[in-house]
């Protein structure tokens, strides 16, 4: 495939809106699988702007998709996370692109509808046109017009705006893997809201990994302390950056074990997303190339 082809053009775009709309890496990478074979088959001649073409065909792969994969999520084991993705420092530099990515704001888009997320993401995000949205999802400008107005409500009820200083939530994430490889219980609960909430995502494969969500600043300290010290030093945390923010690595014996994504307001920890489960961590080594 040539450099200059659209389809590779446009893939940090098309993998990105994937990725958004189904809360998975490699379920992104399936569709834009998808969406380059009928783009190789397609009479090029016939399209007049190959990037609005392009996010068409891989809206509506995505979209089947999520119908697949709709029983997956309702047999899994435990609390459903979306998958973690390792990611550069320009994600974090584009404020509204890293909030859009955040493993928070992905949790709160798997309680749209399919159509609802489609509209969401290419209208909040990436300001496509409410006609082009239209033609996409196969729905009039003013169906379109209504369901952004009302995903964009329930979004904004569950997941309120916050201002996010970078420094800040760094110097937080640092303050919060010192207390965490000491085991120090005074130095989680500076950083930890009273009432921080905890998710951990284990898909019954992974020990140690909570089934239900921890709620209070006291009940997670002690959860962590014991985990770490249950552990005998063989687990340690480290920074890194997932999903376009700083987050914490956990490596049992040098091997990845889990991370966490962590929601900071006014330099305390307000929610903690872990994920645990192996088959999800495959791409916080690798990482993935998201933009705009």
Same mark, same amino acid.
């Given at each position: 495939?040539?450099?200059?082809?659209?389809?590779?053009?446009?893939?940090?775009?098309?993998?990105?809106?994937? +990725?958004?709309?189904?809360?998975?890496?490699?379920?992104?990478?399936?569709?834009?699988? /998808?969406?380059?074979?009928?783009?190789?088959? *397609?009479?090029?001649?016939? $399209?007049? /702007?190959?990037?609005?073409?392009?996010?068409?065909?891989?809206?509506?792969? =995505?979209?089947?998709?999520?119908?697949?994969?709709?029983?997956?999520?309702?047999? +899994?084991?435990?609390?459903?996370?979306?998958?973690?993705? &390792?990611?550069?420092?320009?994600?974090?530099?584009?404020?509204?692109? !890293?909030?859009?990515? *955040?493993?928070?704001? &992905?949790?709160?888009?798997? #309680?749209?509808?399919?159509?609802?997320?489609?509209?969401?993401?290419?209208?909040?995000?990436?300001?496509?046109? +409410?006609?082009?949205? !239209?033609? #996409?999802?196969?729905?009039?400008?003013?169906?379109?017009?209504?369901?952004?107005?009302?995903?964009?409500?329930?979004?904004?009820?569950?997941?309120?705006?916050?201002?996010?200083?970078?420094?800040?939530?760094?110097? $937080?994430? !640092?303050? &919060?893997?010192?207390?965490?490889?000491?085991?120090?219980?005074?130095?989680?609960?500076?950083?930890?809201?009273?009432?921080?909430?905890?998710? =951990?995502?284990?898909?019954?494969? =992974?020990?140690?990994?909570?089934?239900?969500?921890?709620?209070?600043?006291?009940?997670?300290?002690?959860?962590?302390?014991?985990?770490?010290?249950?552990?005998?030093?063989?687990?340690?945390?480290?920074?890194?950056?997932?999903?376009?923010? =700083?987050?914490?690595?956990?490596?049992?014996?040098?091997?990845?074990?889990?991370?966490?994504?962590?929601?900071?307001?006014?330099?305390?920890?307000?929610?903690? +997303? #872990?994920?645990?489960?192996?088959?999800? &961590?495959?791409?916080?080594? #690798?990482?993935?190339?998201?933009?705009?």
């Amino acid at each position: 495939m040539a450099d200059d082809d659209p389809f590779v053009v446009h893939r940090r775009l098309l993998f990105t809106i994937a +990725y958004e709309m189904l809360g998975s890496a490699g379920d992104a990478e399936d569709v834009l699988q /998808e969406s380059w074979l009928r783009w190789a088959a *397609s009479d090029r001649s016939e $399209v007049r /702007e190959p990037r609005a073409y392009l996010v068409r065909v891989v809206t509506r792969q =995505a979209l089947n998709h999520l119908r697949t994969v709709a029983r997956r999520r309702e047999e +899994y084991v435990g609390e459903w996370l979306p998958e973690p993705v &390792l990611t550069g420092p320009d994600v974090a530099d584009d404020v509204e692109l !890293a909030e859009s990515v *955040s493993i928070a704001m &992905l949790t709160v888009l798997e #309680t749209l509808g399919p159509f609802e997320r489609a509209v969401f993401v290419l209208r909040e995000v990436f300001d496509v046109p +409410y006609a082009e949205i !239209a033609e #996409t999802v196969g729905k009039s400008p003013t169906a379109v017009r209504q369901i952004a107005h009302r995903a964009k409500g329930h979004v904004a009820a569950r997941r309120p705006r916050v201002h996010v200083v970078r420094s800040e939530h760094e110097e $937080v994430v !640092a303050r &919060l893997v010192s207390a965490l490889n000491s085991g120090d219980v005074d130095g989680l609960l500076s950083v930890l809201a009273p009432d921080v909430v905890s998710v =951990a995502d284990g898909g019954g494969k =992974a020990r140690g990994a909570a089934r239900r969500p921890i709620v209070g600043a006291q009940r997670l300290a002690r959860y962590l302390v014991g985990g770490m010290a249950k552990a005998g030093g063989s687990l340690v945390a480290a920074p890194t950056r997932v999903n376009g923010r =700083a987050g914490i690595r956990m490596e049992l014996d040098g091997r990845l074990v889990g991370v966490a994504s962590l929601v900071v307001v006014g330099r305390r920890v307000t929610e903690v +997303y #872990t994920t645990a489960n192996p088959d999800k &961590l495959g791409w916080l080594d #690798t990482g993935v190339d998201l933009g705009r």
